[in-house]
């Protein structure tokens, strides 16, 4: 499992047959760097002019990869995508102090990611990031069971207080939200 960005032009039309947090159309060269299993972030990159209002790049979501395949003999693939949710706020791709997210965790001189590869790999430390900075995470399918939520928030809780496990504190939040969505409890 690998941490990857795949960028997603979610807000303007696109040349590939994606199917938001459902399919992601990508062409052949990218094919080594998406594996099924890795975990993606969706990254909505700029359109445009720098003076355009489409001149804006964040992270909306994140899911797993599912299976891969092509059925135009190999010139562009479809991942499938699975377990999917939307992040409650978009995550800008700077940091507050300078710099940007994607850098965390790679060492390297370059001055920015590179905007121009639409798959690209992510470090654990920026995905933990990303998802700390979401405001929570949506789950897009629509046949929630609220049963198996309740029990993974014990589960979390559990985790939390009794591991001392931090990183079950963002389980928490993405469970009651759900929860709260679920049961048509506004949360601002």
């Not at 807000?11 to 099924?36: G, M, N, Q």
């Not at 590869?117 to 900075?133: D, F, G, P, Q």
Request: proline letters at 2%; aromatic letters at 12%; one cysteine or more.
């Amino acid at each position: 499992m690998a941490y990857i960005i795949l960028s997603q032009k979610k807000d303007f039309k696109s040349e590939y047959k994606d199917e938001l947090f459902k399919l992601y159309h990508f062409p052949a060269r990218y094919r080594s760097t998406i594996k099924t299993g890795d975990v993606f972030i969706y990254h909505q990159g700029k359109q445009g002019a720098s003076s355009s209002p489409y001149n804006i790049r964040y992270y909306f979501g994140m899911g797993i990869i599912g299976e891969i395949y092509s059925n135009d003999g190999g010139a562009t693939y479809f991942a499938e995508l699975k377990q999917c949710k939307m992040f409650f706020n978009n995550v800008s791709i700077k940091l507050e102090d300078g710099g940007y997210v994607e850098q965390l965790g790679v060492a390297s001189d370059r001055i920015r990611p590179s905007w121009e590869h639409s798959i690209r790999v992510l470090s654990e430390e920026a995905y933990k990031s990303i998802i700390n900075m979401s405001g929570g995470l949506m789950d897009l399918s629509s046949d929630v069971d609220t049963d198996a939520l309740k029990v993974d928030l014990k589960n979390s809780i559990d985790r939390f207080y009794l591991n001392d496990d931090h990183q079950a504190l963002i389980d928490i939040m993405s469970l009651a939200l759900q929860l709260s969505q679920k049961h048509g409890v506004l949360v601002k």
